[in-house]
T-cell receptor, first 112, second 115 residues
Framework: AQTVTQSQPEMSVQEAETVTLSCTYD???????LFWYKQPPSRQMILVIR??????QNATENRFSVNFQKAAKSFSLKISDSQLGDAAMYFC?????????FGAGTRLTVKP | DSGVTQTPKHLITATGQRVTLRCSPR?????VYWYQQSLDQGLQFLIQ???????AKGNILERFSAQQFPDLHSELNLSSLELGDSALYFC??????????????FGQGTRLTVV
């Protein structure tokens, strides 16, 4: 069964610094997609970034980038130049045909 | 606006009662997922429906049940409610198959409080 593991329940970063959130997953499929979602205090789920498994190039979206290691089944999120507005719960997610799974989440605190 | 509508937004009920949460997916999305999020916790996958049929089941209690109707809206039924069932319940929908690279779109959630 597909599982997603986020081993860091909480992380903190100083404003303007860089932080990396970890995610590993388990699957026997070769075609799948990975996502990072952000959940601010409003509890709304917001897509941050996505990665197609068939692409070797790591996805980037402004200050957000991923380090996708397919063989290791690792998908970490790097946030550069952290801002106070980045404080939120972050969820790693896996999707393949008809299947969607989320990790337990990492709570990110940004210190001014 | 994600296009996924959940009603009601808030629900307060007593222990032992039964409630129904409703989800209307985005137009064209055939898959509906239900998740439970207790206070400051992660998302727990409950169940998934695809085009009216149950596709996958997670840690869903026997007191909980769901269904997806021909018009693709879905309902999550929670019965014999306990205090521990208080949580935010999310519905998400997605396109499956060829366009599965799209993310799941989430509703705003239904906040259930059991007193």
């Amino acid at each position: 069964a597909q599982t997603v593991t986020q081993s860091q329940p909480e992380m903190s970063v100083q404003e303007a610094e860089t932080v990396t959130l970890s995610c590993t997953y388990d699957t026997s499929e070769s075609d799948y997609y990975l996502f990072w979602y952000k959940q601010p205090p409003s509890r709304q789920m917001i897509l941050v970034i996505r990665q197609e498994a068939y692409k070797q190039q790591n996805a980037t979206e402004n200050r957000f980038s991923v380090n996708f290691q397919k063989a290791a089944k690792s998908f970490s999120l790097k946030i550069s130049d952290s801002q106070l507005g980045d404080a939120a719960m972050y969820f790693c997610a896996y999707r393949s045909a008809f299947i969607g799974r989320f990790g337990a989440g990492t709570r990110l605190t940004v210190k001014p | 606006d994600s296009g996924v509508t959940q009603t009601p937004k808030h629900l307060i009920t007593a222990t032992g009662q039964r409630v129904t949460l409703r989800c209307s997916p985005r137009s064209g999305d055939l898959s509906v997922y239900w998740y439970q999020q207790s206070l400051d916790q992660g998302l727990q996958f409950l169940i998934q429906y695809y085009n009216g049929e149950e596709r996958a089941k997670g840690n869903i209690l026997e007191r909980f049940s769901a269904q997806q109707f021909p018009d693709l809206h879905s309902e999550l039924n929670l019965s014999s409610l306990e205090l521990g069932d208080s949580a935010l319940y999310f519905c998400a929908s997605s396109v499956e198959g060829v366009e599965r690279n799209t993310e799941a779109f989430f509703g705003q959630g239904t906040r259930l409080t059991v007193v």
